[in-house]
């Protein structure tokens, strides 16, 4: 009978295995075969994981398929980023797919990079007498420590290694590839996207339809003059709005694209305005350049998933999701209007359309009246102009 160790908050998969194998006295194959019911596997990192099975072995000990999955892998944030369907997270659940363990950690079967913050660590160590991988810290987007502010220290761990081994952080901090600066100046862009990809992490709400979404990313798109009413892509536009979002020339950002494997801005759009491999988790760089953060884009999904039928509410339910979401929008927009009139002495309807046309354009089709109160139309002059007095 195993012993199993208690799970500990943002843990990943990987983690809790190193740690039954170490209580237990296991080799980490032989673990990777009692968990996941597997007769020999040859690689622990590339094993498939029957999650339905796993919580059979463990007899419930880290709850429901359900809980795991939102505990301790990326599935559900691919959900919530339209990368995965709820039919495919159910095939999860109930064991039908059996995605490997490098799936599970790190939202990708290839292209692993194992991040620690030096901080998190020491405070592990007190609190739990030794040190373990996070999993916000594994997301392709993170570059940052939320919790503490520094750079993320990168190891240096190949696939090859962990076919048979299942390390912990402590085993190979020797290993950094490069490491963090904590009196460095902090790239305020790069922080703000940990930030965005913690908080889907963090999201254990029920995921909107893949159409929903996906519908979503295309109503930023409009909104930010991007994408035509035929859904065809303004990519001079859309370019232009991803060069003032981000510094594509500055290393941090070069960085972060790289490991959303991301090599041209428009590879964002693949799997919403075309028929393309998707990049997972580069999603989140564009939830942050359509609508600055996840409270707000999961505001417009659920207006979306309301309008579209997505779950089938019905009645008071449905008028109060579709008040929230309306309401959030109305809101934000509004005061993006007024913060622009604030900030100028003599505020136009031009320029604020020029400054903050995804808000402008919102007011616009779901707020003319208030708009025009705010910032009337100049009048136009008609018939001939005087030339001479």
């Given at each position: 009978m195993l012993i199993l160790p208690e799970l500990w908050p943002d843990e990943t998969m990987c983690s809790l295995w190193a740690k039954i194998a170490r209580i237990n006295g296991l080799r980490h194959l032989e673990v990777a075969g009692i968990l996941t019911g597997e007769e020999r596997p040859t690689s622990v990192?590339?094993?498939?994981?029957?999650?339905?099975?796993?919580?059979?072995?463990?007899?419930?000990?880290?709850?429901?398929?359900?809980?795991?999955?939102?505990?301790?892998?990326?599935?559900?944030?691919?959900?919530?980023?339209?990368?995965?369907?709820?039919?495919?997270?159910?095939d999860v659940e109930n064991g039908t797919t059996r995605p490997d363990l490098?799936?599970?950690?790190?939202?990708?079967?290839?292209?692993?990079?194992?991040?620690?913050?030096?901080?998190?660590?020491?405070?592990?160590?007190?609190?739990?007498?030794?040190?373990?991988?996070?999993?916000?810290?594994?997301?392709?987007?993170?570059?940052?420590?939320?919790?503490?502010?520094?750079?993320?220290?990168?190891l240096n761990l190949r696939r090859v290694q962990l076919h048979e081994n299942l390390v912990l952080p402590f085993e190979v901090t020797a290993q950094i590839e490069y490491g963090s600066n904590a009196e460095g100046e902090r790239n305020s862009m790069c922080f703000d996207v940990s930030i965005l990809g913690r908080d889907v992490l963090a999201d254990h709400s029920v995921q909107f339809s893949k159409k929903a979404i996906l519908e979503t990313y295309k109503t930023g798109l409009l909104?930010?003059?991007?994408?035509?009413?035929?859904?065809?892509?303004?990519?001079?536009?859309?370019?232009?709005?991803?060069?003032?979002?981000?510094?594509?020339?500055?290393?941090?950002?070069?960085?972060?694209?790289?490991?959303?494997?991301?090599?041209?801005?428009?590879?964002?759009?693949?799997?919403?305005?075309?028929?393309l491999e998707c990049r997972p988790f580069a999603r989140v760089l564009l939830?942050?350049?359509?609508?600055?953060?996840w409270a707000a884009f999961k505001a417009q999904c659920s207006w979306n998933d309301v309008l579209g039928g997505g779950n089938k509410i019905v009645g008071s339910e449905s008028q109060k999701l579709m008040g929230y979401s309306f309401a959030a929008m109305l809101n934000k927009n509004r005061q993006a209007c007024?913060?622009?009139?604030?900030?100028?002495?003599?505020?136009?309807?031009?320029?604020?359309?020029?400054?903050?046309?995804?808000?402008?354009?919102?007011?616009?089709?779901?707020d003319r009246v208030w708009l025009d109160e705010a910032l009337p139309m100049q009048?136009?002059?008609?018939?001939?102009?005087?030339?001479?007095?």
């Open positions: 990192i590339g094993c498939p994981v029957n999650i339905k099975y796993f919580c059979e072995v463990t007899k419930g000990a880290y709850g429901s398929p359900v809980d795991l999955l939102r505990q301790i892998t990326m599935l559900p944030a691919l959900a919530h980023l339209g990368v995965l369907s709820a039919s495919t997270l159910a490098g799936m599970l950690e790190f939202g990708a079967s290839r292209g692993h990079y194992w991040r620690v913050c030096k901080k998190c660590m020491e405070q592990d160590a007190k609190k739990f007498g030794v040190a373990y991988w996070h999993r916000a810290h594994q997301l392709p987007t993170s570059q940052y420590c939320t919790e503490h502010g520094l750079m993320l220290d990168r909104q930010m003059g991007c994408l035509t009413g035929t859904e065809i892509v303004c990519f001079a536009e859309y370019l232009k709005k991803f060069g003032q979002e981000y510094d594509v020339k500055a290393s941090s950002i070069a960085s972060l694209l790289y490991q959303t494997k991301v090599s041209h801005p428009r590879q964002l759009l693949y799997g919403i305005t075309n028929e939830v942050r350049l359509l609508f600055g953060t007024l913060d622009y009139k604030a900030s100028r002495i003599a505020p136009t309807r031009f320029e604020f359309m020029r400054v903050s046309y995804r808000a402008f354009r919102w007011l616009r089709q779901n009048p136009r002059i008609m018939g001939q102009k005087t030339l001479f007095k």
